[in-house]
């Protein structure tokens, strides 16, 4: 099992091949993508395909991006081509900022002359520059260093700064730690369409509270790592936007009205060359306000007002149609999640997509062609297919993805279209890319097979996943997966392992390629388990609003109750389950998850493994926390209610608690408090520390080996693996 285990995390064996990163250019007739060099050893070559015929082109060498007085290409963490192509923008030397490396250096390449240009001025540290995007015309670059907002000239290397107000507290550019967790915003400005303006969110972080965490192992004596992080029921930054020159002067701030700080501002576009549109959320995130901006006098007018008795997911497919007169808008008002053509004025709304199902993404907009393509799945919710329907919502959707193909099919599809870089998955097969011709979904090329992965998890996969599905007693029907060992006998018991999230952040019963940790637990299943997953209510499933948004107010309750009637259920069911012998775990939400199920239900669960759990909701931070509960200062008892710390004294199993004790997102300080909680009950627990590790616990070398390593023998040891008579 040890040699299984440094396969899977301490080797590349199972690392799968990627195809990319891949830009679109000529609006579809070709892309370019990264490929290891053939003459310079090391480096990476840009090459460019034409998309109908395959002829290949190497567009950049990875000579031409050798620095000058350098030996070594720059390394491609990412790039962007201006518009004419000529001029391509080249993200390196990377930093991780939080979850995400988005800090570092950005070279411009001439392709004309093949002049390559550090941005930043000749007082730029390195790895200090953020964000950065080509103007329109692509004779100037934006970017964020050091919390503002600078244009610098690519003709003569001027460097216009922006704004000169960032400190500590306040950024402008950029965004605060929730907004970037919770809200997935991290670039935080936007060009105009005619290059002369820019648009920018601006974070005032003082008020908000100062979250430390301490390093113990770096240095000879301790050092603290502040970060400005609301925590539920406290004060959140004042989020405000501004429009400035590109060229520089005074910032004109619209006016977007109620309190900064008890609103959000979580999405900002430009709606055409002299207005913005902007989504106003309040607090509870129960309405989100489409609002439309004067660029030039800072004016603010409401033109959509979406409710929810719950709460509302931030929109992200708003793309505007018949030359700025309508726009794309997705809403559940009728109990599904669905595609709405919205006047300018917000007078008009018009269903695009009707049935009784869910679509999860707008994958395009044909309007030339009078077509949406949309992601949906309205007959199993554990799978996704791309779907076209016409725009003025006159037909019924016409499944594109292949019917012979069950499973997750993903697309990024070109800006005519025409074509599409297609990866499609199953639970037991690694992910292929392939490019795609649309609308008859045939097969041009593939782009990454994954030969070698698929050929390393093939003895693993030798018995299918089964997929169920587990009835309630209220009518309701919950779907899961389950993997048996390979070798089994069903005349025999045996013990059983579920996995589990379970919150509205995330879905885990899907029929998707799970990578490293979807082969441990088939290693597991070898041992002698059998390893299942369930979602239950309140879990992003595409089964409509109700099935959602039920668990709201007490988001713990209902769905740990679930997970526990579907082990009864399956036990019950299925004889070779052992109900005697039943153990959980979960990451994250699914710490917090598998906290409630031992502490909740201790008849149900003998043996729990929880990691970087929530166990006080009060601890977590405002965006998250506050849309599924509301705020602490109105659901004081759901609060209560709904934190596992509060059922801690249920405890009867063997519970193993891991955290890292630099985890930004869900602090140690709540594990700290379970701890002290267990201790002044007398309830013996287990626990491991990873210093200064994240919420991912996968920084420095060797920690994921011994992180799975530690689970797996608890595992073995608590719950002993192999059929009983």
Not at 201 to 209: E, K, Q
Not at 355 to 374: H, I, K, Q, R, S
Not at 597 to 607: M, N, T
Request: proline fraction near 6%; hydrophobic fraction near 35%; glycine fraction near 10%.
């Amino acid at each position: 099992m040890s040699d299984m285990l440094r396969r899977l995390f301490a080797s590349r064996e199972f690392a799968p091949e990627r195809f990319g990163p891949a830009r679109w250019i000529d609006g579809g007739a070709a892309y370019t993508t990264v490929e290891p060099s053939a003459d310079l050893r090391g480096g990476s070559d840009i090459v460019r395909y034409e998309t109908a015929t395959g002829a290949r082109t190497v567009y950049v060498t990875a000579r031409q991006l050798v620095p000058a007085g350098g030996a070594a290409p720059l390394d491609i963490d990412d790039y962007t081509w201006s518009a004419d192509g000529a001029q391509l923008l080249v993200f390196t030397n990377s930093r991780r900022v939080w979850r995400q490396n988005t800090r570092g250096d950005y070279w411009v390449l001439d392709r004309r002359s093949g002049a390559l240009r550090r941005l930043g001025g000749r007082d730029a540290p390195p790895s200090s520059l953020m964000y950065a995007k080509f103007a329109p015309a692509g004779d100037r670059v934006g970017y964020v260093r050091q919390g503002d907002l600078y244009v610098e000239r690519l003709a003569d290397g001027r460097v216009t700064r922006l704004t000169d107000d960032a400190d500590s507290l306040h950024v402008s550019g950029m965004t605060d730690w929730v907004y970037e967790e919770e809200f997935d915003l991290r670039d935080g400005f936007r060009w105009s369409p005619d290059g002369t303006r820019i648009a920018y969110w601006h974070f005032d972080m003082t008020g908000v509270r100062t979250f430390l965490l301490i390093n113990n192992t770096d240095s000879l004596y301790p050092f603290v790592i502040p970060i400005q992080y609301p925590k539920a029921g406290t004060a959140n930054s004042a989020v405000t936007v501004g429009v400035v020159s590109a060229d520089g002067g005074a910032t004109t701030w619209l006016q977007v009205p109620d309190d900064p700080r008890e609103n959000y501002l979580p999405r900002m576009e430009w709606a055409g060359p002299r207005e913005i549109a902007l989504q106003r959320m309040n607090r509870r995130q129960n309405l989100d306000r489409v609002m439309l901006a004067d660029a030039a006098t800072g004016a603010v007018r409401t033109v959509l007002a979406e409710r929810d008795s719950a709460w509302l997911d931030v929109v992200d497919d708003l793309r505007w149609l018949g030359g700025g007169k309508e726009f794309t808008w997705v809403s559940e008002r009728d109990g599904w999640r669905h595609v709405y053509r919205v006047g300018r004025d917000g007078k008009a709304a018009r269903l695009v997509t009707p049935g009784a199902f869910d679509v999860t993404d707008l994958a395009a907009v044909d309007e030339p062609g009078g077509w949406l393509y949309f992601i949906a799945s309205p007959d199993n919710a554990t799978q996704r297919y791309l779907y076209r329907t016409r725009l003025d919502g006159r037909a019924t959707p016409e499944r594109l993805s292949p019917a012979d193909r069950p499973g997750t099919h993903g697309y990024e599809i070109s800006p005519d279209a025409r074509w599409a870089f297609h990866t499609y998955s199953t639970f037991d097969t690694p992910s292929m890319t392939d490019l795609v011709r649309l609308p008859s979904h045939a097969s041009v090329r593939t782009l990454a097979a994954n030969e070698a992965l698929r050929a390393a998890v093939t003895p693993l996969t030798g018995r299918k996943t089964e997929f169920f599905k587990v009835a309630l007693a209220d009518g309701a029907t919950l779907d899961g997966w389950m993997i048996r060992p390979r070798v089994f006998d069903s005349t025999k018991t045996y013990p059983l392992l579920m996995y589990v999230y379970g919150e509205p952040a995330g879905q885990t019963v899907l029929d998707q390629w799970f990578g490293s940790p979807g082969v441990w637990f088939r290693t597991l299943a070898d041992q002698g388990y059998v390893v299942a997953s369930v979602d239950n209510r309140g879990t992003p499933a595409p089964k409509g609003r109700a099935w959602r948004k039920v668990v709201y107010g007490a988001i713990a309750v209902l769905s740990s109750g679930e997970q526990a009637d579907a082990v009864r259920a399956l036990t019950r069911s299925r004889r070779y389950l052992d109900s005697t012998r039943v153990a959980i775990w979960g990451w994250s939400g699914g710490g917090s998850s598998t906290l409630q199920a031992l502490f909740r239900y201790p008849e149900v669960y003998q043996v729990g493994m929880s990691v970087a759990p929530v166990p006080d909701e009060r601890l977590y931070d405002t965006i998250y926390q506050e849309r599924y509960m509301g705020l602490p200062q109105e659901n004081a008892a759901g609060y209560q209610e709904s934190s596992a710390i509060t059922h801690a004294e249920g405890l009867r199993g063997r519970l193993l608690v891991v955290h890292g004790s630099g985890d930004d997102n869900v602090h140690y300080q709540g594990t700290q408090r379970l701890l002290n909680r267990l201790i002044a009950l007398g309830k013996p627990v287990d626990f491991m520390e990873y210093p200064n590790r994240s919420h991912c616990i996968c920084e420095e070398q060797g920690t994921r080996l011994h992180l799975y390593s530690l689970l797996t023998r608890y595992l073995l040891e608590h719950l002993p693996a192999g059929p009983r008579p």
